[in-house]
């Protein structure tokens, strides 16, 4: 066979390689981090059966930035599985307005799935997390320092159940509104 050969057969399953199996930057199970509330409460089931301590966390996570990440890595640390709860885009339009959010629940919800410290993320339509608290009963729920462990919502109903509260110290000068002040000049 000639060198021209072969050299055209590699070319063409090379090609036909990378066509067929691009590579990405993140596992391509990010998608599947992505959950329905009703999937997810099978899943936090399962994994509570097992031992699994289950952390959640909730909140709008607008312009990702690194008091997000803190938050995240340090709920991460306090179990095994954490659960985001994200408010869809029309649960934050009622919390801060109609400017808001910046990106749609699409976007945050992969941004927030590509996160390593990020196993389950969940959207939910209403103003606060509790229908989905209840639902999962995590057995921690974390806050970042902005709040008050008295102010979390949901805080409550996790005590019942045997669960803890806590509150992640906030970073001081990171978060979603300075940077869009930022962005805006003011």
């Known amino acids: 066979m000639s060198r021209v ?23 391509s199970n990010v998608s599947g981090k992505i959950r329905e509330l009703s999937e997810l409460k099978t899943i936090v089931t399962k994994a509570k059966a097992k031992g699994q301590k289950v952390v959640f966390t909730n909140g709008c996570f607008d312009l990702l930035h690194l008091g997000h990440v803190h938050l995240l890595r340090e709920a991460k640390k306090m179990g095994d599985l954490l659960v985001v709860a994200l408010n869809s885009d029309r649960s934050v339009k009622k919390i801060k307005g109609s400017n808001r959010p910046i990106l749609p629940e699409t976007e945050r919800a992969e941004l927030l799935a590509a996160l390593e410290a990020v196993d389950y993320v969940t959207l939910f339509n209403e103003p606060d997390p509790s229908k989905v608290i209840e639902e999962l009963k995590p057995d921690v729920l974390v806050k970042g320092g902005d709040w008050t462990k008295g102010q979390v919502i949901g805080g409550e109903l996790v005590e019942q159940n045997g669960g803890k509260v806590a509150v ?17 000049g003011k």
Do not use: M, N, W
């Open 168 to 184: 992640v110290p906030y970073l001081q000068g990171h978060s979603t509104t300075k940077i869009i002040e930022a962005i805006r």
């Open 5 to 27: 050969f072969f050299q055209s057969f590699f070319r063409d399953v090379f090609f036909r390689i990378v066509e067929i199996e691009p590579a990405t930057c993140y596992p």
